[in-house]
Nanobody, 122 residues
Framework: QVQVVESGGGLVQPGDSLRLSCAASGSIFVANTMGWFRQAPGKQRELVASITGGGSTNYGDSVKGRFTISRDNAKRTVYLQMNDLKPEDTAVYYC????????????????WGQGTQVTVSS
Protein backbone atom coordinates (compact mmCIF):
# COMPACT_ATOMS: atom_id res chain seq x y z
CA GLN A 1 0.00 0.00 0.00
CA VAL A 2 3.03 2.29 -0.24
CA GLN A 3 3.61 4.04 -3.51
CA VAL A 4 6.36 6.36 -4.68
CA VAL A 5 5.52 8.43 -7.72
CA GLU A 6 7.80 10.82 -9.59
CA SER A 7 6.86 13.58 -11.95
CA GLY A 8 8.43 16.49 -13.77
CA GLY A 9 10.82 14.92 -16.23
CA GLY A 10 11.03 16.01 -19.81
CA LEU A 11 13.12 17.16 -22.72
CA VAL A 12 15.06 20.38 -22.29
CA GLN A 13 18.01 22.20 -23.79
CA PRO A 14 21.35 22.72 -22.08
CA GLY A 15 21.15 25.49 -19.53
CA ASP A 16 17.45 24.98 -18.87
CA SER A 17 15.87 23.98 -15.59
CA LEU A 18 13.52 21.28 -14.43
CA ARG A 19 11.85 20.54 -11.13
CA LEU A 20 11.16 16.94 -10.22
CA SER A 21 8.68 15.91 -7.58
CA CYS A 22 8.34 12.65 -5.72
CA ALA A 23 5.47 11.82 -3.42
CA ALA A 24 5.30 8.86 -1.09
CA SER A 25 1.77 7.82 -0.28
CA GLY A 26 -0.22 5.01 1.20
CA SER A 27 -0.12 3.33 4.56
CA ILE A 28 2.92 5.16 5.91
CA PHE A 29 3.96 5.71 9.47
CA VAL A 30 6.93 7.86 8.60
CA ALA A 31 9.14 8.59 5.63
CA ASN A 32 12.74 9.06 6.63
CA THR A 33 15.55 9.76 4.17
CA MET A 34 14.40 10.37 0.63
CA GLY A 35 16.53 10.91 -2.38
CA TRP A 36 17.12 10.86 -6.08
CA PHE A 37 19.23 8.49 -8.09
CA ARG A 38 19.81 8.43 -11.81
CA GLN A 39 20.90 5.92 -14.37
CA ALA A 40 22.11 6.72 -17.84
CA PRO A 41 22.36 4.13 -20.61
CA GLY A 42 25.37 1.92 -20.09
CA LYS A 43 26.16 3.38 -16.69
CA GLN A 44 25.54 2.35 -13.12
CA ARG A 45 22.91 3.99 -11.00
CA GLU A 46 24.36 6.89 -9.04
CA LEU A 47 23.26 9.09 -6.19
CA VAL A 48 22.09 12.53 -7.23
CA ALA A 49 20.92 13.94 -3.91
CA SER A 50 19.37 12.85 -0.67
CA ILE A 51 17.71 14.53 2.26
CA THR A 52 17.00 13.26 5.74
CA GLY A 53 13.80 13.80 7.64
CA GLY A 54 15.52 16.60 9.51
CA GLY A 55 16.62 18.34 6.34
CA SER A 56 20.29 17.37 6.06
CA THR A 57 21.31 17.09 2.43
CA ASN A 58 23.88 15.21 0.44
CA TYR A 59 24.75 15.69 -3.23
CA GLY A 60 26.66 13.84 -5.83
CA ASP A 61 29.77 15.67 -6.94
CA SER A 62 28.55 16.14 -10.48
CA VAL A 63 25.48 18.13 -9.45
CA LYS A 64 26.77 20.24 -6.58
CA GLY A 65 25.99 23.88 -7.12
CA ARG A 66 23.37 23.16 -9.76
CA PHE A 67 20.78 20.92 -8.11
CA THR A 68 18.88 21.49 -4.90
CA ILE A 69 16.89 18.91 -2.99
CA SER A 70 14.13 19.85 -0.57
CA ARG A 71 11.16 18.23 1.07
CA ASP A 72 7.74 18.89 2.48
CA ASN A 73 7.28 16.49 5.35
CA ALA A 74 3.57 17.14 5.65
CA LYS A 75 3.11 16.07 2.05
CA ARG A 76 5.75 13.34 2.19
CA THR A 77 7.14 14.88 -0.94
CA VAL A 78 10.69 15.52 -2.05
CA TYR A 79 11.70 17.92 -4.80
CA LEU A 80 14.73 18.20 -6.98
CA GLN A 81 15.35 21.58 -8.54
CA MET A 82 17.73 21.10 -11.44
CA ASN A 83 19.36 24.20 -12.87
CA ASP A 84 21.88 24.67 -15.64
CA LEU A 85 21.17 21.25 -17.02
CA LYS A 86 23.84 19.62 -19.11
CA PRO A 87 23.72 16.78 -21.62
CA GLU A 88 25.56 14.66 -19.08
CA ASP A 89 22.50 14.92 -16.83
CA THR A 90 20.46 12.87 -19.27
CA ALA A 91 19.21 9.81 -17.43
CA VAL A 92 16.25 8.14 -15.88
CA TYR A 93 15.78 9.68 -12.46
CA TYR A 94 14.48 7.45 -9.71
CA CYS A 95 13.08 8.53 -6.39
CA UNK A 96 13.93 6.51 -3.33
CA UNK A 97 12.06 6.71 -0.06
CA UNK A 98 13.02 5.01 3.16
CA UNK A 99 9.64 4.33 4.67
CA UNK A 100 8.30 2.72 7.79
CA UNK A 101 4.91 1.41 6.69
CA UNK A 102 1.95 0.96 8.94
CA UNK A 103 1.74 -2.66 9.88
CA UNK A 104 3.02 -5.41 12.05
CA UNK A 105 6.73 -5.18 11.34
CA UNK A 106 7.34 -1.45 11.91
CA UNK A 107 10.60 -1.73 10.02
CA UNK A 108 12.08 0.58 7.44
CA UNK A 109 12.03 -0.41 3.80
CA UNK A 110 13.31 1.15 0.62
CA UNK A 111 10.67 2.06 -1.92
CA TRP A 112 11.41 3.15 -5.46
CA GLY A 113 9.48 5.12 -7.97
CA GLN A 114 9.07 4.03 -11.55
CA GLY A 115 11.53 6.59 -12.85
CA THR A 116 11.13 9.72 -14.91
CA GLN A 117 13.15 10.47 -18.01
CA VAL A 118 15.22 13.63 -18.16
CA THR A 119 16.76 14.37 -21.52
CA VAL A 120 19.06 17.34 -22.07
CA SER A 121 19.87 17.84 -25.71
CA SER A 122 20.90 20.68 -27.95
Amino acid sequence: QVQVVESGGGLVQPGDSLRLSCAASGSIFVANTMGWFRQAPGKQRELVASITGGGSTNYGDSVKGRFTISRDNAKRTVYLQMNDLKPEDTAVYYCNAQVVPMGSSWRQYDYWGQGTQVTVSS
